[in-house]
């Protein structure tokens, strides 16, 4: 069956040094595809997207790559910090619904 | 949180017994969302709005009803609640049509015993 956001579940880095968190898809037919952030307790925040048509986009300490030969999502956090900590989920917008995907926790080490 | 609220925070109930969530928003964004978040599933939707008395399905919307009678409320209802409706449920509210920009509400923690 169809598949979306399949991610490792578990991430360490050390502080300073640069993420990444991958996310795998199935459906070509979105339009969107979306990085979310969520801490504990809390509901997910929205970090950056990147339309279909495009390869890659750049925000504040962070950069999602779209692979669309191989599926493949990828979200770049630079010089992470302890207050990156969280767990990240790549999500797919089709139409007018959204597809998450399991998400990944990323502990920052001090 | 973008000027949205779930209320209750945290709720427990029986079997079998009905169960509304509200979730109000002061942003006047068209789209409004109600997810579900279970371990090991990432968050599902069950139903969202495109406008006031307009509502669609999501992904998982058996057992639950919706409801848009103002463009700030949006309200979950599940009619008998079951233990497999035991979840953290959020809301969720966008802008545009077209767009990907979602702010979520801060959650509401149910149990049904």
């Known amino acids: 069956g169809e598949s979306v956001g399949l991610h490792l579940p578990t991430l360490s880095v050390q502080e300073g040094d640069n993420s990444i968190i991958n996310c795998a898809y199935s459906?070509?037919?979105?339009?969107?595809f979306i990085w979310y952030k969520q801490e504990s307790g809390k509901g997910p925040q929205f970090i950056i997207d990147?339309?279909?048509?495009?390869d890659k986009r750049q925000g504040q300490r962070v950069t999602v790559l779209l692979n669309k030969t191989v599926k493949h999502l990828s979200l770049q956090i630079a010089a992470t910090q302890p207050g990156d900590s969280a767990v990240y989920f790549c999500?797919?917008?089709?139409?007018?619904?959204?597809?998450f995907g399991t998400g990944t926790s990323l502990t920052v080490i001090p | 949180d973008a000027g949205i609220t779930q209320s209750p925070r945290h709720k427990v109930t029986e079997t079998g017994t009905p169960v509304t969530l509200r979730c109000h928003q002061t942003e006047n964004h068209r789209y409004m969302y109600w997810y579900r978040q279970d371990p090991g599933h990432g968050l599902r939707l069950i139903h969202y709005?495109?406008?006031?008395?307009?509502?669609d399905k999501g992904e998982v919307s058996d057992g639950y009803s919706v409801s848009r009678s103002k463009t700030e409320d949006f309200l979950l209802t599940l009619e008998s609640a079951t233990s497999s409706q035991t979840s953290v449920y959020f809301c969720a509210i966008s802008p545009l049509a077209g767009e990907s920009e979602q702010y979520f509400g801060p959650g509401t923690r149910l149990t049904v015993t």
């Open positions: 999500a797919e917008k089709r139409g007018n619904q959204f597809y």
């Open positions: 459906n070509s037919a979105s339009d969107y």
């Open positions: 709005s495109y406008g006031v008395k307009d509502t």
């Open positions: 990147i339309r279909s048509n495009m």
